[in-house]
């Protein structure tokens, strides 16, 4: 994959969701994400007016959020392109990354996640979700589009579920899991840390399950943190007013 002339790098988002989540969330996020003033490619399973958006006909699953991200990266035209999702918040920082290298994932590792029910928010070591990765575009169409074979030789009754082993076998972050242990590919990945923290934000009925306690591993992850959503900058008037939502 040649390089690009870091002058003419162009920087886009793809954004896609499965309509459940509740409003005034849906909208607030998507505000935030506006500000980036970055093109959007959208897919959804219904129609929505957030960038270009194109609609794809499926039920919530794993397979069908891999062909709504292999869509709009088909339909994307920028050399980069940031993962966005309907229930995370993004400063408007998060977006001034650009990719020094165009064969390798990167993750913003500046995130916190909250459950809406609490006051606490947590991170850990490694904690480098889908919805913070930004690369080179045609890296992740090349990715999910080995995705897309993989299941189809399977079948889709192994990735019926919320969570499907395969996918979990897999990793759900391209670059973070080696084959020897499972992974899909040999992809590198790399990290970047905004100015201001990106908010992964859990509640009852999110693809993944929630995690926000340490009880809720099965191995315990290092360096765990926890802070009070009243002190994380940027978002802590926010989080204060949402506490509580039901978006189940």
């Known amino acids: 994959m040649a390089k690009l002339d870091v002058g003419k790098r162009m920087k886009g988002i793809i954004y896609y969701c499965d309509n459940r989540l509740k409003e005034p969330l849906f909208s607030i996020v998507q505000e935030h994400i506006l500000e980036s003033g970055l093109p959007i490619t959208s897919t959804s399973l219904k129609p929505i007016d957030f960038g270009n958006n194109i609609v ?3 039920q919530r699953s794993y397979p069908t959020m891999v062909n709504q991200i ?12 940031f993962f966005c999702e309907n229930d995370v918040l993004y400063p408007k920082s998060h977006f001034d990354f650009t990719p020094p290298r165009d064969d390798i994932f990167y993750y913003n590792e500046n995130v916190w996640r909250w459950w809406t029910k609490g006051d606490v928010a947590i991170r850990y070591d490694r904690m480098l979700p889908l919805s913070c990765m930004c690369c080179n575009r045609e890296l992740a169409l090349e990715h999910y589009q080995l995705r897309q074979r993989k299941i189809e030789e399977w079948g889709l009754d192994h990735f019926r579920s919320r969570e499907p082993r395969l996918a979990r076998l897999w990793g759900y972050e391209p670059g973070t899991k080696k084959k020897r242990r499972g992974g899909l590919t040999d992809d590198d990945f790399d990290i970047w840390h905004s100015k201001d923290p990106v908010i992964d ?4 009925g999110t693809f993944s399950s929630p995690k926000i306690h340490l009880k809720d591993f099965k191995h315990p992850p290092k360096w765990w943190k926890e802070i009070n959503i009243k002190d994380i900058p940027k978002w802590n008037s926010l ?3 949402l506490r509580g939502m039901n978006n189940s």
Request: charged letters at 20%; aromatic letters at 14%.
């Open 56 to 58: 794809v006909e499926g």
């Open 70 to 81: 292999v869509l709009a990266l088909e339909n994307s035209t920028t050399d980069y392109v």
């Open 201 to 204: 934000i859990r509640y009852w």
């Open 239 to 241: 989080l204060l007013s």
